[in-house]
C-alpha cells in the first residue's frame, strides 16, 4: 500500500496518522521508509545531525490502537527501528537521544478509540526548528464538544531533542 504513496517519503517530516494500529506492522514499514531516506546532503549540518533526523521521523509518525498491548508493541517495534538504524550511525548515542525517542513514541502511539471517541485522543505535535530543537504543540485528534469551559491545549515550551525526556 505505501509504494502507492511514494512521493509522501520524499521528506523525513511528512505526518503519518494510522487511526487502527494493531501491533505496528504499517508504522514500522512508515517508519522504516522514512529512516531510509536521510542523507547528510539534506539533514546534516552538526555533529548529531543523524540522531535529530531519526527523531524527526519518529515525530512525525502517530498512531492509535484501542488495545494496550497492541500499542506497547508498536512502541517496541518503532524502537527497535530507531535502534537499529541508530546503531549502522557508528557513533555512540546520547543518553538524551534515547529519552528522546522514548517520549515521542510514548506521546505519538497511544491507546485509544478512533472510531467513537476520537475526541479524548491527544497526540503531540513536534515541528523541527534551527538548532536540533523541537516546538511541541498538543493536538487532539478530534476537537471536543466546545463548551464555555473549554480550553484547547496550550503550546508547550521549545527544546533541544535532549531535553525532551527530562
Given at each position: 500500500?505505501?509504494?502507492?504513496?511514494?512521493?509522501?517519503?520524499?521528506?523525513i517530516?511528512?505526518?503519518?496518522?494510522?487511526?487502527?494500529?494493531?501491533?505496528?506492522?504499517?508504522?514500522?514499514?512508515?517508519?522504516?521508509?522514512?529512516?531510509?531516506?536521510?542523507?547528510?546532503?539534506?539533514?546534516?549540518?552538526?555533529?548529531?545531525?543523524?540522531?535529530?533526523?531519526?527523531?524527526?521521523?519518529l515525530?512525525?509518525?502517530?498512531?492509535?490502537?484501542?488495545?494496550?498491548?497492541?500499542?506497547?508493541?508498536a512502541?517496541?517495534?518503532?524502537?527497535?527501528?530507531?535502534?537499529?538504524?541508530?546503531?549502522?550511525?557508528?557513533?555512540?548515542?546520547?543518553?538524551?537521544?534515547?529519552?528522546?525517542?522514548?517520549?515521542?513514541?510514548?506521546?505519538?502511539?497511544?491507546?485509544?478509540?478512533?472510531?467513537?471517541?476520537?475526541?479524548?485522543?491527544?497526540?503531540?505535535?513536534?515541528?523541527?526548528?534551527?538548532?536540533?530543537?523541537?516546538q511541541?504543540?498538543?493536538?487532539?485528534?478530534?476537537?471536543?464538544?466546545?463548551?464555555?469551559?473549554?480550553?484547547?491545549?496550550?503550546a508547550?515550551?521549545?527544546?533541544?531533542?535532549?531535553?525532551?525526556?527530562?
Amino acid at each position: 500500500m505505501l509504494d502507492l504513496i511514494p512521493d509522501a517519503f520524499a521528506h523525513i517530516d511528512t505526518r503519518f496518522l494510522e487511526p487502527a494500529a494493531g501491533d505496528g506492522n504499517f508504522l514500522v514499514a512508515i517508519l522504516e521508509r522514512k529512516v531510509a531516506a536521510i542523507n547528510e546532503k539534506t539533514h546534516g549540518g552538526s555533529d548529531n545531525w543523524y540522531e535529530f533526523a531519526l527523531l524527526r521521523c519518529l515525530a512525525s509518525t502517530y498512531g492509535v490502537d484501542i488495545n494496550e498491548e497492541n500499542v506497547e508493541e508498536a512502541r517496541e517495534r518503532m524502537m527497535m527501528v530507531i535502534d537499529a538504524a541508530h546503531v549502522l550511525w557508528r557513533k555512540p548515542g546520547t543518553e538524551g537521544f534515547v529519552r528522546a525517542a522514548e517520549a515521542i513514541i510514548t506521546t505519538n502511539v497511544v491507546v485509544g478509540d478512533s472510531l467513537n471517541a476520537a475526541d479524548q485522543i491527544l497526540f503531540v505535535e513536534y515541528t523541527p526548528l534551527e538548532g536540533e530543537r523541537f516546538q511541541r504543540v498538543p493536538s487532539e485528534l478530534e476537537v471536543p464538544m466546545v463548551d464555555l469551559f473549554y480550553e484547547p491545549p496550550t503550546a508547550l515550551p521549545t527544546v533541544h531533542y535532549s531535553e525532551l525526556g527530562s
